[in-house]
T-cell receptor
Framework: GAVVSQHPSWVICKSGTSVKIECRSLDFQATTMFWYRQFPKQSLMLMATSNEGSKATYEQGVEKDKFLINHASLTLSTLTVTSAHPEDSSFYIC?????????????FGQGTRLTVV | DAKTTQPPSMDCAEGRAANLPCNHSTISGNEYVYWYRQIHSQGPQYIIHGLKNNETNEMASLIITEDRKSSTLILPHATLRDTAVYYCIVRADNYGQNFVFGPGTRLSVLP
């Protein structure tokens, strides 16, 4: 099956610094990727939809200036958490859909655990 | 908001079939039923999806009622490694449509 890889798998950063998370589709092209956030014992919550070559679409309540998304190619989307604070500590997960396919499953990365200290 | 309702938790004996129900009474004609599972601290794993016909693959079977208002995911011979949170999701077949996750069902497979 198709593989989506996230990097890093975990990261610890100091409060006030920025952290970049990469999401790559390894063996397929993805025009659209999704970024989710998951707090302990909760379900995944969609943060934004990342579209290759255009601006991301953010869900209500998600600050676009804090969570910068760049989808520069058909195989790579990045999420940058700017000026991170302890409340941003969470499990961040990306997913991708094969380009041009509507009725198809989304493939998820393994997730990135961010801890802000 | 998620368009599905699932029991919060279920137990299943190892080696027995696990039957996970999902209600999606407001499902539209162009919406598929998808099942994913998430093992602790990992990304969700695709299991199966279908529109109206029953589906089977190497992981599971999906039974969708004739009126499409509910479905059941069947793991024929549950193992301890099947312990996970299982998510039932309805999604339109439009490219770019995201997957909305509800609370899911926490399945515990017991030895």
């Amino acid at each position: 099956g198709a593989v989506v890889s996230q990097h890093p798998s975990w990261v610890i950063c100091k409060s006030g610094t920025s952290v970049k998370i990469e999401c790559r589709s390894l063996d397929f092209q993805a025009t659209t990727m999704f970024w989710y956030r998951q707090f302990p014992k909760q379900s995944l919550m969609l943060m934004a939809t990342s579209n290759e070559g255009s601006k991301a679409t953010y869900e209500q309540g998600v600050e676009k200036d804090k969570f910068l998304i760049n989808h520069a190619s058909l195989t790579l989307s990045t999420l940058t958490v700017t000026s991170a604070h302890p409340e941003d500590s969470s499990f961040y997960i990306c997913s991708a859909i094969k380009a041009g396919e509507g009725n198809t499953e989304a493939f998820f990365g393994q997730g990135t655990r961010l801890t802000v200290v | 908001d998620a368009k599905t309702t699932q029991p919060p938790s279920m137990d299943c004996a190892e080696g027995r079939a696990a039957n996970l129900p999902c209600n999606h009474s407001t499902i539209s004609g162009n919406e598929y039923v998808y099942w994913y599972r998430q093992i602790h601290s990992q990304g969700p794993q695709y299991i199966i999806h279908g529109l109206k016909n029953n589906e089977t693959n190497e992981m599971a079977s999906l039974i969708i009622t004739e009126d499409r208002k509910s479905s059941t995911l069947i793991l024929p011979h549950a193992t301890l490694r099947d312990t996970a949170v299982y998510y039932c999701i309805v999604r339109a077949d439009n490219y770019g449509q995201n997957f909305v996750f509800g609370p899911g069902t926490r399945l515990s497979v017991l030895p």
